[in-house]
């Protein structure tokens, strides 16, 4: 299959109109439609619906849009890199993961402090669960990812290296007009009666555990797409959410995290793959330790201060 047909497509996508994407790309939009015409025939599948405003992808069409993107991507990547080969600068893109609590704060942080230390950094940043992390670093595509052991866990893979950062306390996010926003450490047995919001179930079966060994149940009526959904389920007041500690120098503001009583905990663990590894991933692991240090020394300091 021709790419630039692809790229048709994924630009018919993001604009919602043929005569749009005709124009940022350049052709007609007879061009356009027969481009797109004949990507349905090679698949045997109907990629766009037609309605009055413009089109949108169908089932199949989001499907192939998400695969298609993602191969344009990697065949910009390729382009770049042997231009860069060309023009004397062979330097890897560094490709980062991080789970999406670690990738809004912690781990742009690091990488900044390097890039200040030993000069300018070419990297990219994937937010994603950790199982996907672990598969994308196995895969080759992925430098290092920065992941946490909570439900179901880390596998035991011989094709990573797999270090340990530190612990990370869950905390509840409320709504900023919460009764208890601004208290001190709670006991989930004061939030037994309210709704939560989930949006994986990793962090779902943090909670469920946390409540079972206070004796009492949690109800997860809502489910969110992603962390950032969930946030919003908590600051417009539908529910409150059990969150990651780590993010709490990232929420939005109108919410707060309020600390639990002997909260639920998850390890935070950098993985690399064993051959090939990027020379900066080293100096990065490094990095995201004494991140991990600094933390657990100010929360020594708290402990002693209370």
Known sequence: MDLTVW??????????????????????????SRQIAGLERQLGVPLVKRHPRGVRPTPAGEVFRRHALATLNEADRAVRAVRELRDGAPVRTLAVGA?????????????????ER???????????LSGYLHDRVTAGRL????????????????RVERRFLGLDEMVVVLPVGHPLAGRG?????????QIWAEDN??????????????????????????????????????????????????????????????????GIYAITPRRDPHRAAAPLLDRLAAAFASEDDQDDEEDEDG
């Open 118 to 128: 030993d000069g300018a950094l070419r990297w990219s940043l994937l937010p994603g």
């Open 143 to 158: 430098d290092i990812a920065v992941v946490t052991d909570a439900p179901p866990g880390l596998p035991h893979d011989p």
């Open 185 to 193: 450490p709670v006991r989930v047995q004061a939030l037994a009666d």
């Open 99 to 115: 789970t999406p609590s670690l990738a809004a704060g912690i781990v742009p942080e690091a990488i900044r402090a390097l890039s």
């Open 201 to 266: 179930d990793g962090s779902a079966a943090l909670l469920r555990q946390h409540a079972a060994r206070a004796g009492v149940g949690v109800r997860i009526d809502l489910a969110a797409a992603d962390l950032p959904g969930k946030l919003a389920l908590v600051a417009t007041g539908h529910a409150i959410a059990l969150v990651p500690g780590v993010l709490t120098c990232a929420l939005r503001a109108d919410v707060t995290a309020v600390p639990l009583v002997d909260p639920p905990a998850r």
């Open 7 to 32: 790229r048709t497509f994924v630009t018919v996508c993001r604009l919602g109109s043929l005569s749009a994407a005709a124009a940022e790309l350049n052709h007609t939009q007879s061009a356009v």
